[in-house]
């Protein structure tokens, strides 16, 4: 804009010489400032990377505000991409959470750097469940996938506890092309529907994708789902119909705090247990003579 006003102020009919080159020097000036040139391709393995680092869980984490002051490049919403170079991943991270403020707060204090340091662009997405039912986190994943996909085409998905913390930067969030990728291989769990799937679960390294678990204990609303033994066992059975195609839920609200994005969800009622029918008999009815 400052461009175009300034030429305007030229008299109208013939220029002069040096009013002509003037005008002609500052168009071009114009035209280097409107078109910046592209960054260069981030390299495949970030120099930045560190390897393993100690992550301390004895102290109390930092508090919002502190860490929003160590992450002044984080953009509204938990939004980043490397100002040197063009990254080559696009990755969201989906946290599942409810009534876990002071294990998001060393998450957050955590995952930023960490992110940085291996030089992607990158969103990190709290879902929070809304209400005091069951905490129900495979439907709120499944629904924090879906209003995700909503915002960007990324190239890659980060599903991430809260209170898993990474002590090795080398554990790449990033995606496998073809399969999906296990990077908290010291604490394995259940990959069923992975298997069912016919998809192959690719794993870094142990010595490197090796995590800590900030301990806490279970709280009203988060205890143990009592049918997650039957819901297991019908895995088998219902994962082809079961899940994004079947979602049911409702987006309350979507806030972009400073170092997050917040949605909120109603995912319903509590999961239970899925029970085939049986037939019984009718006992009204009356044999036959």
């Not at 495949?44 to 560190?50: G, K, M, Q």
């Not at 991943?89 to 340091?117: E, I, N, S």
Request: net charge positive.
């Amino acid at each position: 804009m400052e461009c175009h006003r300034r030429l305007g102020k030229w008299p109208s009919g013939l220029a002069s010489l040096v009013g002509l080159t003037a005008a002609v020097t500052l168009v071009l000036r114009c035209a280097f400032w409107a078109a910046p040139r592209p960054l260069a391709g981030c390299r495949a393995e970030s120099p930045l990377l560190v390897g393993p680092r100690p992550v301390n869980l004895s102290s109390t984490p930092p508090t919002l505000e502190e860490i929003g002051k160590r992450s002044a490049s984080v953009l509204p919403g938990g939004l980043y991409h490397p100002p040197d170079c063009e990254a080559q991943h696009r990755v969201a991270v989906v946290v599942p959470y409810r009534k876990r403020a002071m294990h998001l707060r060393a998450l957050l204090c955590h995952l930023h750097p960490f992110l940085q340091r291996q030089q992607i662009h990158y969103r990190i997405y709290v879902v929070e469940q809304w209400g005091d039912g069951t905490f129900n986190k495979g439907k709120l994943l499944n629904a924090g996938i879906r209003e995700v996909l909503r915002d960007e085409d990324w190239s890659c998905i980060v599903i991430h506890d809260v209170d898993l913390l990474a002590e090795n930067d080398r554990n790449l969030y990033t995606c496998d092309k073809c399969n999906p990728t296990h990077l908290a291989v010291a604490i394995d769990k259940f990959h069923y529907r992975v298997a069912l799937a016919g998809m192959k679960v690719m794993r870094p390294p142990l010595a490197i994708a090796r995590y800590k678990m900030i301990k806490h204990h279970r709280d009203r609303g988060n205890e143990e789902n009592p049918y997650n033994f039957v819901l297991r066992n019908r895995t088998a059975l219902a994962w082809y119909v079961d899940g994004l195609n079947s979602l049911t839920y409702k987006l309350l609200s979507k806030e972009q705090e400073p170092l997050y994005t917040r949605l909120a969800i109603n995912v319903g009622e509590k999961p239970r247990p899925w029970v085939q029918e049986e037939t019984t008999p009718d006992k009204t009815a009356t044999s036959p003579d």
